[in-house]
C-alpha cells in the first residue's frame, strides 16, 4: 500500500478546498511579469522543463546554493525567473500559507506563459511536493544541450518516460524566447573544424548573426530563437526549420540531418503545416512532462520560500 500512496496520482482540482484562488492568483501574476518583460514566457517555460529533467518535477532547480542546479553548466548564467517565481510564492503564501509547492506554482506558471503567449490551454494536473535536495550533477547529464544530436537528445527523453514526438513538440518551446550566442556560436564560423558555418543556416542569418555574436565577443548577447515571431507561441519555428532558420543546433538537425530523415523530419514538416495540431500536441507533451517523477503524499515538503528548504 505504501508503494500504491507515493504514485499517487495528480489531479486538476488538488488545491480546490485549500487553496481556491490558487490559479487566479498565478495567472495574475505572470501577466504582470510578461507585461513588464515579454521574454519571461520563455523563461518560465523552461524553468519547469528544467525541474522535470533533473529529480523530477520537485521545485529542485529554485534551491539556491552553491551545489543547486543554478549552477550547472545549462542553467548557469542561462536560466531565469527565479525573482518572478519569489513573487508569485508570496502572493500564493499571502492567500493560503503553507499550502501550495513550488513545484505546482511553477507547474501552472509555465503553462500560463504558453497561454498568454498565444499557446493553447490544458488542465495543470497539481499535488506536487518540493524536493529537499538539489542535483547538480544530475541537472549536467540529463538536461539536453544545443550541441547534441538526434539520438543523444532521444535518450535523454525517453530517460523521463518522453517519446520521439515529445522530442519534436517540445523543442518547439523554442517559438518563443532567446538564446545566448555561446549555444550556438560554433555554427557561426569554424563549424566542426570546416573553417565554415554551418552549411544547414541560411547565408542571410549566418551573416546577422556573425554581427550580434563576434567572435570577440564574450557569448553573453542574444538571439531570438524564432526571428519572425519573437513572442507568439506558434508553428513558425517549425517553418525556419523547414528554410534553414534553426537557431541551435539541435534545432536545426530535427530538420536537416542524415538521422532525421528515419525519425524527426517528418513530424517537423506536420507542425508546420498543422498549427492546431502543434497547439494541441505542445498541450499533452507539456502534461506529461509535468507528470516526471512527482513527490506526492508525505514525500517531500511544502516548501516555505521556493530558495531554501524548510529549517
Known sequence: MSCMAVR??????????????LLKIVRKEVQNAIKTEMRMAASLLRLHFHDCFVNGCDGSV???????????????NSARGFEVMDSIKSSVESACPGVVS???ILAIAARDAIL?????????????RDGLVANQTGANIALPAPTEKIPSITAKFAAQGLNLTDVVVLSG????GFARCVTFSDRLFNFSSTGAPDS?????MVSDLQGRCPITGDGNNTAPFDRNSTDLFDNHY?????????????????????????????????????????LADFAN????????SPLTGSAGEIRKNCRVVNS
Request: hydrophobic share 35%; net charge negative.
Open 8 to 21: 499517487a496520482q495528480l489531479s486538476a482540482d488538488f488545491y480546490s478546498t485549500t487553496c481556491p484562488n
Open 62 to 76: 529554485l534551491l539556491d546554493g552553491s551545489d543547486g542546479e543554478k549552477f550547472a553548466f545549462p542553467n548557469l
Open 102 to 104: 513550488c513545484a505546482d
Open 116 to 128: 498568454l503567449s498565444g499557446g493553447n490551454s490544458w488542465k495543470v494536473l497539481l499535488g506536487r
Open 173 to 176: 518551446g523554442h517559438s518563443i
Open 200 to 204: 544547414t543556416m541560411e547565408t542571410t
Open 238 to 278: 517549425f517553418q525556419n526549420l523547414l528554410n534553414g532558420k534553426g537557431l541551435l543546433s539541435s534545432d536545426q538537425i530535427l530538420f536537416s540531418s542524415d538521422v532525421a530523415q528515419t525519425t524527426t523530419k517528418d513530424l517537423v514538416e506536420l507542425y508546420s503545416n498543422n498549427l492546431p495540431l502543434f
Open 285 to 292: 507533451s507539456m502534461i506529461k512532462m509535468g507528470n516526471i
